[in-house]
């Protein structure tokens, strides 16, 4: 962690030369960043009065507009407060190549918590390991994060808080919790110190200036963006991907996961006759359990993965029988837009996650990185490994914010496969529904069976397990999934 900035003064005339040349490198610094298509977070945050939006006015001002979007994030709206705590600071990720300012950043949400006893002390401490594992994440996909924290002493900031108060033009800025901060300095201190010591690690360290002089203070953060992007210049050099899948890639990481899909009965089925009877039943106690979380202002997630032909579609348009058409959502995920390609792999998802009482439904899902991806070496190894635990990660934060999460992997034989490969052949209005990548897929069926084996067994949770679908049998696999979101539901809803 970097230590407060000497507090020099520097003459009006001196100053000014020195950011004349700050501002053409940091241009440069921009152009390259977009050349190598890094993608740049600035967070700008400190206490009250040290001149947080002066230093990303100037910012604003120093770099090129085109380039460069600034977000400010006070109390969450309604909106943001009906999904998971990251959710809005995902949705603003600047894509590759571009700059994000952020006055304030994350850290002011968790510093906003002000926690007075140990049980808001735990849920404070939970916030900063989620603000630890978001950077990381970033950091992991070729994000350059760059912290400052603008310092005062209590001294300097109630001199700052009454000179401002002082001047008729600048009285605004000044309100009652800037002089209640003031009051509890030393406590606010404190928590400052808990919170950037939690979310300093070596891929987004924080700086620390001393903002008492603007001037020194401001050629201190125009260095520090410099001086962290030369040390982060090395680093993007990325390999260029292997036009071959290696070998060790497809090998398993977890065998006990692929004997559990090898070991599902695929015999199962039901009549239809007995799937009439039961199908109406259990979809009026699915709608009644949809219903109950839409009053209890829980989302609902619910991932369909299975093997191509396994019948996802028609389980998802069966299931949704149940559900009112204004409250869900189906996500068809395909391969990335150029848009989702240049933001980090879970993007994408995140934009999707259902307000409070709403459903949305995954056909293919984030799972994509460690199963196609993996087996089409679209995802580096290192990529797709260290997706299992960012999968795990994602999966949390949307239950910690109480979101009821359903994940079904629906399973046929090859043959079977097969059967259903040309019978859409040989129909008219599901030929659409082939192409040459199915059939790709389907010599490469051993490949894909070990990677849903390793999803299995790496992202499986009492509280987000996978329900292994027989789905040979298209009315059993449905029956079973109406049953199981049905039953998951109720769970979810302590019921």
Not at 191 to 209: H, K, N, S
Not at 349 to 369: C, E, K, M, N, Q
Request: charged fraction near 30%; glycine fraction near 6%; hydrophobic fraction near 40%.
């Amino acid at each position: 962690m970097a230590k407060p900035a000497a507090t020099k003064g520097i003459s009006r005339k001196a100053y000014a030369h020195r950011v004349a040349k700050l501002r053409e490198e940091l241009i440069r610094m921009q152009v390259e960043l977009k050349t190598a298509r890094i993608p740049t977070l600035i967070v700008i945050a400190g206490v009250e009065a040290a001149g947080k939006g002066e230093v990303v006015n100037l910012l604003n001002g120093w770099l090129d507009p085109r380039g460069a979007d600034t977000f400010g994030f006070r109390a969450p709206t309604d909106e943001e407060r009906e999904r998971p705590p990251m959710w809005r600071y995902w949705r603003s990720l600047p894509s590759r190549g571009r700059i994000g300012i952020y006055a304030g950043g994350w850290h002011g949400d968790a510093l906003r918590q002000d926690p007075q006893d140990a049980v808001q002390m735990r849920e404070f401490q939970a916030s900063l390991r989620r603000i630890a594992r978001f950077e990381q994440e970033l950091a992991a996909d070729g994000a350059l994060i760059i912290k400052v924290w603008l310092h005062l002493s209590k001294a300097a900031q109630g001199a700052r808080l009454a000179e401002f108060e002082s001047d008729p033009h600048t009285a605004w800025r000044v309100s009652p919790d800037d002089w209640r901060s003031h009051r509890e300095y030393d406590r606010l201190a404190a928590l400052i110190r808990r919170m950037r010591t939690a979310t300093d690690q070596p891929a987004a360290p924080w700086a620390v200036i001393n903002a008492e002089r603007e001037r020194s203070r401001n050629l201190a953060v125009a260095e520090y963006l410099l001086e962290r992007f030369r040390q982060a210049r090395r680093r993007w050099q990325r390999p260029a991907r292997a036009a071959r899948v290696p070998a060790a890639a497809l090998r398993p990481l977890a065998p006990a996961g692929l004997k559990q899909v090898q070991a599902l009965d695929l015999t199962r089925s039901v009549s239809s006759e007995e799937y009439e009877e039961k199908r109406d039943k259990w979809l009026g106690r699915l709608h009644r359990a949809f219903r109950d979380a839409a009053l209890a202002r829980r989302s609902v997630v619910m991932v369909f993965e299975g093997s191509d032909a396994a019948g996802k579609g028609g389980a998802i348009r069966r299931l949704t029988d149940a559900i009112d058409a204004r409250d869900f959502r189906v996500i068809p995920v395909a391969k990335p837009t150029d848009e989702e390609f240049a933001h980090p792999y879970l993007w994408r998802f995140w934009r999707h996650v259902p307000r409070a009482g709403l459903v949305t439904i995954y056909d293919r899902s984030w799972y994509g990185r460690v199963l196609v991806e993996r087996v089409e070496g679209f995802a580096r190894p290192a990529e797709w490994r260290r997706a299992y635990s960012e999968i795990n990660e994602f999966e949390r934060e949307l239950m910690e914010h109480g979101v009821i999460l359903l994940k079904f992997w629906l399973q046929i034989s090859k043959g079977e496969q097969l059967k259903r490969f040309r019978a859409r052949e040989a129909t008219p209005y599901k030929r659409h529904k082939m192409d040459p990548e199915d059939w790709r897929n389907r010599r490469k069926w051993k490949a894909y069976e070990t990677c849903v084996g390793d999803m299995v067994a790496l992202t499986n949770s009492k509280e987000a397990p996978w329900h292994l679908i027989s789905a040979e049998d298209k009315r059993f696999a449905r029956l079973e999934i109406i049953r199981t979101a049905c039953r998951e539901i109720r769970a979810g809803l302590g019921q």
